[in-house]
């Protein structure tokens, strides 16, 4: 999440100092100071509440392992991408041959051989 120079100051409002502000903004994220003891200055979250499905989705997606995973899925993900690209790139015909073209060059090629394929058929 990228922030914006006039939101820093207004979303992120646990950087306050103020104490009182910091309880109230606590208070309304379902926490309590009720059990505090004089002089501790942390706040203590109701753990009875259940996990919302964001939450605990969020939670599960900030594990190593579910990011370890998550990279070696998009891995694979773009490896068959490229080779599929490059599959289609070999049933084009250009000049030179070996002509290194972009994603969308060979998309763009590829439609318009079709429509040629097509054109050929039909006369």
Not at 70 to 83: D, G, K, L, S
Not at 84 to 96: H, I, N, Q, S, V
Request: with cysteine; glycine share 2%.
């Amino acid at each position: 999440m990228m922030l914006s120079p006039d939101q820093a100051e207004a979303d992120l409002s646990w950087t306050q100092s103020d104490p009182e502000s910091m309880l109230n903004g606590l208070r309304s994220a379902g926490c309590t100071s009720d059990e505090l003891a004089e002089g501790e200055e942390r706040a203590k979250c109701r753990s009875d509440q259940p996990l919302s499905r964001e939450e605990k989705r969020r939670r599960r997606r900030a594990t190593a392992k579910y990011r370890s995973a998550h990279a070696t899925r998009e891995r694979i993900r773009v490896e068959a991408f490229n080779v599929a690209f490059a599959e289609l790139r070999k049933l084009l015909p250009t000049l030179p041959p070996d002509k290194k073209l972009s994603k969308i060059e060979i998309l763009r090629l590829a439609i318009c051989y079709i429509s040629y394929l097509n054109h050929v058929l039909d006369v």
